[in-house]
């Protein structure tokens, strides 16, 4: 499939979700490139929306909502993957954002979105709906390593807040190596963001498991199921406008997949977010420290 792009802008005081979901809120437009992106991947085994921003109880300025995304790896012994994009309903910023879940249970817990254990926590600036801003989302739903793109920018104050979804893969594992038989995804949900211009460094990359940090032994994933995107990164100095495909990842303990070869990294000095670049025929799109293909 080609690949698919999308654009929208935000208003000053506008919210992320209203308390009657509308078609306007920019996590409705969200929401409707997320779903298209599951629907066109077509394989629940691997990954599956089960709630949304309007799934949520309340929906006041600082009621959280989020999208639960199921992903299991054909698991159903239990219920974990990913809370994506963890966020304030109204217009107000907010920085800790709960990213993956397990051992969850439908009801009216945690704002309508279950009961539920989670295994990362980490900080990731939010939108800053106090100013206008300008929204993009890319994806591509085909092969062995879809992927997805949400990346917002506030043109006052050039504040950042990028969401990717990576999936990885194993086949050149190599004979012998060590890789989970099962309690450990496929994807890696990678989050980005700053209160200023500079590009977004560094990712923080998160792995879904089925348990936390000491369930298993040895550990599964990637430790705490966070830490740095794996990257090759030229040098601030001398690397200007130079690029480079992601590098495998690899969690504390074992290799965990190769990502999509539609991201580029460059160094902090090559390009601010919406620039774009043409190489090898394709064309590239900044998002704030990555550059990913939209065609």
């Excluded at 499939?1 to 809120?25: F, H, P, R, V, Y």
Aim: with cysteine; net charge negative.
């Amino acid at each position: 499939m080609a690949i698919t792009t999308t654009t929208w802008t935000t208003s000053a005081a506008q919210d992320w979700a209203s308390a009657t979901w509308q078609t306007t809120d920019p996590s409705y437009l969200l929401n409707t490139e997320l779903s298209s992106w599951i629907n066109a991947i077509n394989d629940t085994t691997i990954i599956e929306m089960v709630a949304n921003p309007g799934t949520a109880t309340n929906r006041a300025d600082t009621d959280y909502v989020q999208w639960v995304l199921r992903a299991r790896e054909a698991d159903t012994t239990s219920d974990w993957g990913i809370l994506f994009h963890r966020r304030f309903a109204g217009t107000s910023v907010n920085t800790i954002n709960d990213r993956l879940y397990y051992n969850r249970t439908a009801g009216s817990a945690n704002n309508g979105y279950g009961a539920y254990s989670t295994t990362s926590g980490s900080y990731a600036y939010t939108e800053d709906f106090a100013y206008g801003g300008a929204a993009f989302v890319a994806y591509e739903p085909a092969g062995t390593r879809p992927w997805f793109v949400y990346s917002w920018r506030d043109s006052a104050v050039q504040r950042y807040s990028t969401h990717v979804l990576m999936r990885l893969d194993t086949s050149d594992l190599i004979s012998g190596g060590y890789y989970p038989a099962s309690a450990v995804s496929k994807w890696i949900y990678v989050t980005g963001g700053n209160n200023n211009s500079a590009p977004l460094y560094p990712f923080i990359r998160h792995v879904p498991v089925k348990g936390n940090n000491t369930t298993y032994t040895p550990v599964r994933g990637n430790g705490e199921s966070s830490g740095g995107l794996s990257a090759w990164i030229p040098d601030n100095t001398n690397g200007n406008g130079y690029f480079g495909t992601l590098t495998p990842q690899f969690g504390y303990n074992h290799y965990l997949g190769r990502p999509s070869d539609d991201f580029l990294t460059s160094n902090a000095n090559t390009g601010v977010w919406g620039d774009t670049t043409t190489i090898g025929g394709s064309n590239y799109t900044c998002i704030g420290g990555l550059w990913v293909r939209t065609s």
